[in-house]
């Protein structure tokens, strides 16, 4: 008499069997994600090391790392379009071309992060 209605125990379920998928797939992902960063941020350091040197302060190392957990704040948006196309009815096709999602904000993560070099941190190192 006690039981749960089994709708709510299938529901319960199939959210836990998405949200595994979902954590599964982006968090796979957000190592080759920190890297291209990484490394878009060490190509403009290398490229224009002797004006960067100066920056090698504790503050704007401090600065950087602020910026880099800002950035894995935006990776999380991800789950915020994964989780609900995953319960729709194109969970299948989602799935097959959800890269296209990491594809885009990838291109957008290495867009800001050649503007806030290029922009806001290299003119004002001095």
Not at 62 to 77: K, P, Q, R
């Amino acid at each position: 008499m006690d039981k749960q209605p089994p709708i709510q125990t299938n529901t319960s379920g199939r959210l836990r069997e998405i949200v595994t998928d979902a954590i599964g797939y982006w968090e796979r992902r957000r190592i080759l994600y920190n890297g291209i960063l990484a490394t878009v941020v060490a190509f403009w350091f290398l490229v224009t090391w002797p004006h960067f040197r100066p920056a090698l302060t504790l503050q704007t190392l401090l600065f950087f790392f602020v910026l880099a957990m800002l950035a894995n704040v935006c990776y999380c948006v991800a789950y915020l379009a994964d989780v609900p196309m995953q319960y729709s009815l194109f969970q299948t096709v989602w799935r097959r071309w959800r890269w296209g999602l990491w594809t885009v904000g990838m291109i957008f993560a290495i867009v800001i992060a050649n503007y806030w070099m290029a922009d806001e941190i290299y003119p004002y190192i001095r």
